[in-house]
Structures are given as C-alpha cells and as structure tokens.
C-alpha cells in the first residue's frame, strides 16, 4: 500500500471487498434458491471476435458466476460472424428457458450495430440492462415487482456503495460526469431516485471544475485518466471512479510497464475527498458482482419466485 493509501486508509471505499461480500451473499441466495425451488440461475454470455480486453472481461465473468453456483456458458463467435447470425444466437437463446441472462460483450466488430443486437434480446433476460424496456422502466422509476427495471451494473454497484458509506442519500448534491447510456445515465436516474440533486456533466459543460466542486458525491465516468483534478472535489465529498484507463507506468526495472488509472487524480483527491473508491479495486469488481446479483434477479422473476433484495 502506497503511504497515501495507508495515511487516508479510512477514506478509501474497498470495492473488492464490498464485491466479495455481495458475492458471497449471492452465492449463499443461489443455494436456497435451488433447494427451495429446484431452480438454477444461468447466464449466457456472448463473445464475438477476440479482443483481447474483452477476453479477460467474459473469463472474469464466467468464473465470478461459477463460484458463486450460477451456471455459466461462453459463446464465442468468430470477429467476421455477420450480424444475423449474431441475431440468430440472441434468437436461440431468449427461447431457452434455461437461460436466465444474456450478456452480448461490447464493443462489437464494425459490421455489427450494437443498438439492433441490444433490442434483439428478451428484456426479462437483459442483465446488462440496456434494452430500452429496462431504461424506459428505470426512467419512470418502475424497480420493483415482477416487471421490474434489470439496472446496468456499474451505477447498480456504485449506488450500493455510496449506500454503504453514506446511508441516505436525500438531499445530497450529485455530479455525474459523463453522459453515456451504460453508466452516465442510469447512474442519474439512480440517484435521483434516491432524492439528490443530480447534475449531469459532460465535455461541454461551462467550468466544469466548479461544477464538480459543488458536489457532496461525484461519479467520474468520462474515460479520461486522471482528469479530475484535487481541486475539483469538494472537501469531504464522495468520489467513485468509474474510469479504467490503461497507461505507461515506467518503472526502473520496466521502462514500458503499463498500468491502470481510474478518471481521478487519485493521489490528490485523497487528501481531500471523504471517501473515494480506488482503480484497480473499486467499481469495477462490483460490476461483475451486480451481474451475478442481476442474474439471480432475473432468474426469479422469470420463474416467479420472490427475488432476493440485495
Ligand atoms: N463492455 C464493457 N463493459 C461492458 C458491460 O458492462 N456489458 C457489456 N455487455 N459489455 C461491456
């Protein structure tokens, strides 16, 4: 642990230890479920060509469901598969009842419109929570019962930590940077649901400094390294990185060693912020942990059986 993290210990939100705990809970909802109900959640997840970050994503995943006793099928399709074929397999499996979740991992080869693939799978089985069913049911706040929202799962964990360390909500100024439908968004709706005062921010936001520093939580989801700066954050403020960006690292003993930053200046926001999730270690191990806990969820409604509340 680098000295800023071991002064500031305190502050820090450990995302990988807040997943491991939701994973086991969700491990331990998915063995009642099979004794009560005979029922054992699934999810199939789709891979087309070999990205290789993309690779890393899909075997994380596979394995994190595996543990936790969902059952997990890989399918990898060539990067020249055409787009309906694409379509034939999402077909194939929305009619398999004993798949519970689909996963299409994006992005897709060139040849492939994401948004037709999206629309394609069965909303009730959408565990990314992108179909425009499930935003739509988000958007007008419709998150429980049987045709309740599946939540897009980087704002489902980020919520759930900022839960965790914050308690209620209500009230608070919130300033999500970034504006995209998988995290910017939902990560609005979610926390106006949660009665904040939410402020979407973007590249063309006027000051956008200033803006930042208004908020008591900030969620930086741009994709830009290290571009929230200390003095962005208001002191005391809750930060949640969403970035994962890929840079040089040089050390002595490796001059080309690459290594990952989230979209704050973490050295500095630490010495200011309240709490802040760190990357590696933060958001993303909840992400996978939220799909798990999307599929279980999915799984129930679509077998009418009361799904866990997480
Ligand atoms: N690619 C990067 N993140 C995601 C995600 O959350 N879901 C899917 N389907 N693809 C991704």
């Known amino acids: 642990m680098s000295d800023l993290k071991a002064r ?37 997840v789709v891979l087309v060509g070999e990205d290789p970050a993309s690779q890393v994503y899909v075997r994380n995943k596979g394995r994190a469901a595996e543990a936790a006793g969902i059952v997990a099928a890989d ?45 394609a799978i069965d909303p009730a089985k959408d565990v990314d929570g992108f179909h425009v069913v499930n935003t739509g049911r988000l958007a007008t706040g419709q998150m429980s019962g049987p045709n309740a929202a599946l939540v897009p ?33 939902p990560m609005a709706q979610l926390l106006t649901q949660a009665s904040c005062t939410v402020t979407v921010a973007h590249s063309r936001t006027r000051d956008l400094a200033a803006v930042c520093r208004r908020a008591d939580i900030l969620v930086a989801a741009v994709g830009r390294p290290q571009m929230v700066q200390g003095d962005w954050i208001k002191p005391g403020a809750a930060v949640i990185d969403v970035g994962i960006n890929r840079v040089p ?19 500095a926001a630490i010495a200011v912020a309240g709490a802040i999730t760190p990357v590696p270690g933060g958001v993303g191990p909840m992400t996978i942990a939220c799909l798990l806990a999307n ?8 077998n009418g059986v009361e799904a866990p509340v997480w």
């Open 153 to 185: 799962c980087t704002p489902l964990g980020c919520r759930m930590m900022l839960e965790d360390r914050l308690g209620d909500l209500s009230g608070l100024e919130a300033v999500v940077l970034g504006r995209s439908n998988i995290v910017g968004k």
């Open 8 to 44: 500031f210990a305190d502050r820090i939100i450990d995302g990988k230890a807040f997943a491991e705990g939701l994973r086991a809970r969700i491990g331990a909802a998915v063995g009642e479920i099979k004794v009560a109900h005979g029922l054992t959640p699934s999810l199939a």
């Open 249 to 267: 690292k040089p050390t002595d003993d490796d001059p080309d060693k690459m290594g990952l930053v989230g979209d704050v200046d973490f050295d």
């Open 75 to 119: 399918h990898r399709l060539d990067a020249t598969t055409s787009q309906d074929e694409l379509l034939a397999l999402v077909a194939t499996l929305n009619d398999d009842p004993t798949v519970h979740g689909i996963l299409v991992q994006l992005p897709l080869p060139d040849q492939i419109d994401p948004a037709a693939v999206i629309d």
């Open 295 to 302: 599929t279980v969820t999915a799984a129930c409604r679509q």
